[in-house]
């Protein structure tokens, strides 16, 4: 599909180390939120109020936080709703900007122009405030957040996916396309998307850390998860009060988000070299 | 008249290093440019034409490119080490001239603005003397409205006339040699016939020794004084222009001036096979593979010059020991 | 019978950056009639940014022109039903110039031959593949090479496979647009026989498109000089070369530079590059640049006239 095959891709991207330990963590951690069930020595949700603020060991291999919650647990549970909003976001506004920049570019003229000037209008405003706003007319929750989040995101995907046809179709091969009598439909699928994708899967890359980032970042502000679901950002605010005395309970949500990001930054840098080389 | 070598070159070898290999690109390549005289380069693609060109300037990187051999300009050893003193030398005695005007030229900084800084990194001038020579050289190469043009953005001009507008850069300092790297080739052929009109007219005022690359005879015929023709990093044949088109005797040179069709219906008579890729250097001949007349002994052939008779040196078997060659079994 | 007929065919480009602008327009084809006997190769030769490729694509149909008609073995391209001019663009191919840019990177050579197949012709899978390898041979490759991707081929190659493309469902008509600038000598030699013999096995119309004069006389059946969007001379028989009589032609011509020390041209100033200043709008396109332009040349624009049999000009002085 890209011009390159499994098993060359595979070699070239073992070689970039630094971005195959990092694809190592991804996975373990996603395999932490998928096995949470099973893999989470306690109930993340059982209050317990004898046992609060524990050190680690024990019953509780990273300790408890003020309402005597297992923290690994919670954590793992985390992985679930942090990781997978992200996941859902990025599809759903990856597939929503694929669709609407390739048909904006691909027709031109009037629609095109139209489209983009919408664009301009919502990308003028911070994300932020933008989220902020919808939330605000649905209401707090986090399928509001989550909605908010697609809502915004797929603009600027719009933008980008529109900026990489328009340079694909202006290309010849398109036109001998043409020629060799392939219909509109086929030179977008054949053609044109192949050639984008590329770029695509470096760039969801790139945005599923900032995005982990973001969602966190609304749950700490308070507009995401509603306590008591276990959430990574809804973690660190609920541990705040607590850093004088227990910084932990903010250091492990928080060191496992910064971890999350750079690793995911570092496997989209790699993914950009190894896709970049196939192509030349 | 007293010919006076002004540029010497000999044995120049240059090789890329890649991934802990040398890939030779060059091979052993020896000439002299004269005063008021041109040698045309014919070559095509990875042959290692504008290789040759860019080390005699000493434009290759260090780490990357190793370059073997001596360059004398008017008998002293180009300073390759020292990068001030070549930096001074490129432009005031060696100039260069390059295929493509439009990526020569910084777009954000109009023609005047190029001009300026050129003439005043050689010469101590003000901004205003500078503009003069600058409208000056744009007159002798017959752009009309050189001020006009000085205030100019690279693209607002045609090709051609950017191309007149770099030569110019390249000759206010009266260089010694003159490097023009396929220098119309992405011109039409009417701006073509004049670019080299007036090449020819600046080579005879200030008698600059002129390399001038190409891979097309035509403009080679037209403008050279002595032909070199490359191949696979060797020049294979070298003669004096008449010599070389009445009697080429490698046989890649006689297969390059037969495959072109002039104003003929006949059937042209093509060199079978592509030019080899950098890649893939091997031992022997680079032209065996397409070589009608390959023997088997080519593969060992070190290619050494095997005949040089009236100033017509050949690299090629055919002419080694006996004299007599069955010319006719090649063409 | 003609293959392809071109009436009176203009192609217009507006450009407009900001809102606030006046629309700028650029006539790339300025009312060209042109007609291509089957069989045959019609020769266009002009400098670059004469409108040489907008009317290569509009002959194959890329393009659409804003005026004019053009017809396909005498029925109407552009009125016909939308299923019938499926049918014609299968009788229209072309070759470009820029043979690495014209294929998909990301495709195998015999997934580029076999893209006009499947959208054309109904094959099965089996089929489609014998096509390819017999197309592959034909144009001088070996059947393997289909598994490759272009940059694993030379330049030379890589035409070789488009030219297979356009070949691949038996068109009437290729146009060739400088097929030959980005390749070596020594290909581009072999690229003209193999364009020579493809004509000859297969009774191929050719629009070919080039700067570069010898090539098109190769070629070329008629030849046909093109400036600014116009034709300027037409003849329809290439024996009557030396018959060329525009002064834009002439000096075509007599810039071409012969590879024969023996026939060195000494270059005579001919300092006519310099435009002069003051041509009405309706003046022929030619007169700024041209030595012998008269008062009548600067304000009618010359028509393409008949001077002798096959052999037409656009010029007030024949």
């Given at each position: 599909m890209i011009g390159l095959g499994f098993d060359k891709f595979l070699s070239r991207f073992v070689k970039h180390k630094a971005a195959v330990l990092c694809l190592f963590f991804v996975l373990a951690v996603i395999a932490g939120g998928i096995f949470a069930p099973w893999l989470a020595p306690n109930d993340p949700n059982k209050i317990e109020l004898k046992l609060k603020l524990l050190g680690p060991g024990g019953q509780f291999p990273l300790g408890t936080d003020h309402l005597g919650r297992c923290i690994l647990s919670r954590l793992l549970y985390g992985t679930r709703i942090s990781l997978g909003s992200a996941f859902l976001v990025m599809s759903f506004s990856l597939t929503i900007g694929t669709a609407v920049g390739i048909f904006s570019a691909y027709r031109g003229g009037r629609i095109d122009n139209l489209l983009m000037r919408l664009c301009d209008i919502f990308l003028s405003f911070p994300s932020l405030v933008l989220v902020l706003v919808i939330i605000g007319v649905l209401g707090s929750g986090m399928v509001n957040v989550i909605i908010g989040m697609i809502l915004v995101q797929w603009l600027w995907y719009v933008r980008i996916i529109r900026s990489l046809v328009l340079s694909i179709k202006e290309r010849t091969f398109v036109s001998a396309a043409k020629v060799a009598g392939t219909s509109d439909m086929k030179i977008i699928f054949r053609h044109i998307l192949p050639n984008v994708l590329p770029q695509l899967i470096v760039l969801s890359t790139l945005d599923l850390g900032s995005l982990i980032l973001h969602f966190s970042g609304y749950s700490f502000l308070g507009f995401g998860v509603q306590p008591p679901t276990p959430e990574w950002g809804a973690m660190i605010e609920e541990g705040r009060r607590f850093i004088r005395s227990a910084p932990e309970l903010m250091f492990y949500p928080g060191m496992l988000i910064t971890l999350i990001v750079i690793s995911f930054n570092l496997i989209g840098d790699a993914l950009r070299d190894v896709l970049d080389e196939s192509v030349t | 008249m007293i010919k006076e070598k002004v540029m010497d070159v000999e044995g120049l070898c240059v090789s890329l290093l890649h991934r802990q290999r040398e890939i030779s690109v060059v091979r052993d390549v020896s000439f002299c440019l004269e005063e008021g005289k041109v040698l045309g380069l014919i070559g095509e693609s990875g042959c290692g034409k504008s290789i040759t060109c860019l080390s005699l300037l000493g434009l290759l990187e260090k780490d990357r490119w190793k370059v073997e051999g001596s360059v004398r300009l008017k008998g002293k050893e180009l300073p390759y080490l020292n990068r001030e003193k070549i930096r001074r030398l490129r432009g005031s005695s060696v100039a260069m001239v390059m295929q493509n005007p439009i990526s020569s030229f910084n777009p954000l900084l109009t023609v005047g603005q190029h001009f300026t800084e050129t003439i005043r990194t050689h010469k101590e001038v003000t901004r205003r003397e500078a503009g003069q020579i600058a409208v000056e050289m744009l007159l002798k190469l017959n752009l009309s409205e050189p001020e006009k043009v000085m205030g100019q953005y690279p693209f607002q001009l045609s090709g051609g006339m950017l191309q007149r507008v770099m030569i110019a850069i390249a000759l206010f300092m009266c260089p010694h040699v003159l490097i023009a790297d396929e220098p119309t080739t992405s011109l039409d052929v009417t701006v073509q016939y004049q670019i080299l009109k007036e090449l020819a007219e600046l080579r005879d005022h200030y008698r600059t020794a002129m390399l001038l690359v190409s891979h097309d005879l035509g403009v080679i015929a037209q403008m050279a004084d002595e032909v070199a023709v490359m191949y696979g990093g060797y020049v294979v044949e070298q003669a004096p222009s008449r010599e070389i088109f009445c009697n080429p005797m490698h046989p890649y040179t006689r297969g390059l001036m037969k495959s072109r069709p002039a104003f003929t219906k006949d059937r042209l008579n093509v060199l079978e096979g592509y030019p080899p890729s950098l890649m893939k250097r091997s031992r022997g001949c680079p032209f065996y593979e397409r070589c009608r007349c390959a023997r088997k002994d080519c593969l060992e052939f070190d290619m050494k010059e095997t005949g040089a008779t009236g100033g017509h040196s050949v690299r090629c078997l055919l002419y080694a020991g006996e004299e007599e060659v069955k010319m006719d079994a090649c063409s | 019978m003609h293959v392809l007929e071109m009436r009176d065919v203009s192609r217009k480009y507006s450009f407009k950056r900001y809102f606030w602008q006046r629309k700028k327009v650029i006539e790339?084809?300025?009312g060209v009639t042109l007609s291509i006997e089957q069989g045959t190769c019609l020769g266009l030769v002009g400098e670059s940014g004469c409108g040489k490729t907008t009317l290569g694509k509009i002959a194959a149909g890329i393009e659409k022109p804003d005026q004019g008609e053009i017809l396909l073995m005498g029925s109407s391209m552009l009125s016909s039903p939308r299923s019938q001019r499926l049918l014609m663009r299968k009788e229209l191919q072309m070759v470009f110039q820029d043979c690495t840019g014209s294929v998909n990177p990301r495709h195998t050579a015999g997934k580029v031959i076999g893209e006009p197949i499947r959208n054309f012709l109904k094959l099965n899978k089996d089929e489609e593949e014998g096509m390819v390898e017999k197309l592959l041979e034909t144009v001088g490759?070996?059947?393997?090479?289909?598994?490759?991707?272009?940059?694993?081929?030379s330049g030379g190659q890589l035409q070789r496979v488009c030219i297979a493309r356009a070949l691949a469902v038996k068109p009437m008509l290729i146009v060739l647009d400088e097929p030959l600038s980005s390749l070596d000598v020594s290909v581009q030699a072999q690229i003209l026989n193999l364009l020579a013999d493809l004509k000859k096995e297969y009774g191929l119309s050719y629009l070919f498109i080039s700067h570069d004069i010898e090539a098109v006389y190769y070629l070329s059946d008629a030849l046909a000089v093109m400036y600014l969007g116009n034709v300027v001379e037409y003849i329809a028989?290439?024996?009557?070369?030396?018959?060329?009589?525009?002064p834009y032609a002439e000096k075509l011509l007599s810039s071409v530079l012969p590879a024969d020390p023996g026939k060195i041209k000494n270059m005579e100033v001919k300092n006519d590059e310099n435009e002069k200043p003051g041509t009405g709008?309706?003046?022929?396109?030619?007169a700024r640049r041209c030595a012998r332009a008269s008062a009548r040349c600067l304000d009618t624009a010359p028509g393409l006239k008949?001077?002798?049999?096959k052999h037409y000009v656009a010029c007030h002085h024949y």
């Open positions: - | - | 790339a084809v300025k490759l070996n059947k393997e090479d289909r598994h490759k991707y272009p940059g694993q081929f028989d290439i024996s009557m070369f030396e018959a060329l009589c525009h709008p309706g003046g022929c396109s030619y008949e001077v002798s049999e």
